[in-house]
T-cell receptor
Framework: EAQVTQNPRYLITVTGKKLTVTCSQNMNHEYMSWYRQDPGLGLRQIYYSMNVEVTDKGDVPEGYKVSRKEKRNFPLILESPSPNQTSLYFC?????????????FGNGTRLTVT | AQKVTQAQTEISVVEKEDVTLDCVYETRDTTYYLFWYKQPPSGELVFLIRRNSFDEQNEISGRYSWNFQKSTSSFNFTITASQVVDSAVYFCALSETDYKLSFGAGTTVTVRA
């Protein structure tokens, strides 16, 4: 089954404790991206990647890191999480660079930073 | 500046009523793409439609229809004869040539039986 898999689904952590949210897709998609969803703000792009070893900042990259060492994986790293990073996170992928291909989304990761 | 504006935060209708969701976008690109996504209460995001900037034909898919008007930079979405299963948050999104995808804040649709 074609899918984007995020883990974990729920995560509660404390300020400053490094964490990684994993994202994997099995569709051989070139483009992958991370979004955060906050009430009243919709989805905001954090980082995106157009292919292996090619990543770029989205609209809200501060406090996040990503890597794209393999085509299928695109982990999101929070080196020192803070409470303002409490949010619902979505990973997404598409066949080509995001412009003309619809995104396939993972099921989301709800992160709480205390 | 917000590139995609969904002015309606929440809409509540009774089953079988029609509901129209407004989406206004802003871009200087001549080539761009517009999308609608649905987020039901279960939380996943589901792709509904894609439209490129050169195709202004309206589209109908079952009870869903979309009206794209470049002159007013709008890409509105209508649900005809709404059903309870249409209750969800609907997002309009714009993709420009810089490969970023900008989402609107979303419109929460509640359909009451």
């Amino acid at each position: 089954e074609a899918q984007v898999t995020q883990n974990p689904r729920y995560l509660i952590t404390v300020t400053g404790k490094k964490l990684t949210v994993t994202c994997s897709q099995n569709m051989n998609h070139e483009y992958m991206s991370w979004y955060r969803q906050d009430p009243g703000l919709g989805l905001r792009q954090i980082y995106y990647s157009m292919n292996v070893e090619v990543t770029d900042k989205g609209d809200v990259p501060e406090g996040y890191k990503v890597s794209r060492k393999e085509k299928r994986n695109f982990p999101l790293i929070l080196e020192s999480p803070s409470p303002n990073q409490t949010s619902l996170y979505f990973c997404a992928s598409s066949w080509r660079t995001g412009g003309n291909s619809p995104l396939h989304f993972g099921n989301g990761t709800r992160l709480t930073v205390t | 500046a917000q590139k995609v504006t969904q002015a309606q935060t929440e809409i509540s209708v009774v089953e079988k009523e029609d509901v129209t969701l407004d989406c206004v976008y802003e871009t200087r690109d001549t080539t761009y793409y517009l999308f609608w996504y649905k987020q039901p209460p279960s939380g996943e995001l589901v792709f509904l439609i894609r439209r490129n900037s050169f195709d202004e034909q309206n589209e109908i898919s079952g009870r869903y229809s979309w009206n794209f008007q470049k002159s007013t930079s709008s890409f509105n979405f209508t649900i005809t004869a709404s059903q309870v299963v249409d209750s969800a948050v609907y997002f309009c999104a714009l993709s420009e040539t810089d490969y970023k995808l900008s989402f609107g804040a979303g419109t929460t649709v509640t359909v009451r039986a």
